[in-house]
C-alpha cells in the first residue's frame, strides 16, 4: 500500500493496533514489542507497506523498551520529520513508501553511526533470513 492509500483501506488492511501506531502515530508499551528480544537473522519489514526497513545485522539492545537500530538499511527507505508532540522535540521516523509512522531516532546509539532508530515491533513484520 502506498502513501495515497484512503484510510478506509488502512483500517480494513491493518488491526486496531497496527493503525493506530502507523496511521495515528501512537506507541506500543515498552518492553512488549514482539521484536523486542527477537534474535533471528533477517529483515525487518514495514508492517503497513511490506518495503524492507532494517536488517537483523543493526539491531542492538539498547535497553529502552523498543527494538533499535544503528542505521536503516537504506536511507531512503525511512523518512525523518520533527516532532514535536508531548511538549518534546524528538525526530519521527517514517516508512519513505507508505507514510507509516514507525518511532523516533535519537543520538544516542552506539559509536558507529551515533543513532539509535528506537522502533514499535507492531510497525513491523520479519523476514527470516
Avoid at 537473522?41 to 543493526?58: N, Q, R, T, V
Avoid at 516532532?83 to 507509516?100: A, F, I, N
Amino acid at each position: 500500500m502506498e502513501s495515497n492509500t484512503s484510510e478506509d483501506k488502512w483500517k480494513n488492511k491493518l488491526t486496531k493496533e497496527q493503525y493506530n501506531v502507523l496511521r495515528e502515530k501512537g506507541t506500543e508499551p515498552a518492553f512488549t514489542g514482539k521484536y523486542l528480544n527477537h534474535h533471528e537473522k533477517g529483515i525487518y519489514k514495514c508492517a503497513g507497506c511490506g518495503a524492507p526497513l532494517f536488517s537483523s545485522e543493526k539491531k542492538f539492545n539498547s535497553g529502552s523498551g523498543w527494538p533499535s537500530f544503528d542505521q536503516p538499511i537504506n536511507e531512503i527507505k525511512v523518512q525523518e520529520k520533527v516532532d514535536t508532540s508531548y511538549g518534546m522535540k524528538r525526530t519521527e521516523v517514517l516508512c519513505s513508501k507508505c507514510g507509516g509512522h514507525l518511532g523516533h531516532v535519537f543520538n544516542d546509539g552506539p559509536k558507529t553511526t551515533g543513532c539509535r532508530y528506537c522502533i514499535n515491533s507492531i510497525s513491523l513484520d520479519f523476514e527470516k533470513e
